[in-house]
């Protein structure tokens, strides 16, 4: 299949999974993830993925770090998590078993280096039945679940940016630490929910090019004090 950019498209894999049909297509260079029917993430992403880690480095408690990062995608918020200066620990929550198994096939030098450090720790599971247990066990909390707050392809996802799901990421966090929300803009109703919960919230935006356009998505950061 040719796309309008000129670029072949080709299906490497579909599968069943938990959120419904995931299809991994190649397009041109890019590797792309379908969740029933919606585009969820892509290598054209990155910027904006790993923005995800980086938005929070500044902000981050000079001490060993523990990082959980809610979703794989396609792997670039755990490549920029690895460089993070004293980092201890990264776990990553992904909630299909399948998006595990494209990473260590497809993921290329990504996926090398992850597989390759025992800092690393992938669990299939979901992150808000994860931040249950996580209680003043993390510094770094950076959440890419389903498309955001604003655009849910999984309803059960709306637990955790709801109220009840941004205290259990407070929870989870120790004194000083920091949470990060990837979203597709800005929601004031989203933003006064991380206010009531943390207090100050601040953004930083990041541009991925998705077919020669430029698209802007932001960070929220948040500090638990």
Do not use: K
């Amino acid at each position: 299949m040719t796309l309008r950019n000129g670029e072949v498209s080709e299906v490497l894999a579909r599968v069943q999974g938990r959120c419904g049909e995931l299809v991994l297509r190649r397009s041109g260079v890019h590797l792309e993830i379908i969740c029933a029917g919606a585009f969820l993430i892509s290598t054209r992403n990155e910027a904006s993925s790993r923005a995800l880690i980086a938005a929070a480095a500044p902000e981050l408690p000079p001490r060993p770090l523990d990082v959980l990062i809610g979703g794989l995608g396609v792997g670039h918020a755990l490549d920029e998590a690895l460089d993070l200066p004293r980092l201890r620990s990264v776990t990553v929550v992904e909630i299909e078993p399948v998006v595990i198994e494209w990473f260590a096939r497809y993921g290329g030098a990504r996926a090398q280096r992850a597989f390759g450090d025992r800092r690393v720790h992938l669990e299939c599971d979901d992150v808000l039945a994860r931040l249950v247990i996580a209680r003043q066990a993390c510094d770094l909390i950076a959440l890419d679940t389903d498309n955001g707050p604003e655009w849910l392809m999984r309803t059960e996802n709306a637990g955790l940016y709801a109220p009840h799901g941004l205290r259990r990421v407070r929870t989870a966090l120790r004194p000083g630490g920091v949470a990060v929300f990837w979203a597709t803009g800005y929601d004031d109703r989203f933003a006064a929910r991380l206010q009531t919960v943390f207090g100050a919230v601040t953004t930083v935006e990041a541009v991925d090019m998705l077919d020669g356009r430029p698209l802007t998505f932001l960070m929220y950061v948040c500090r638990r004090p």
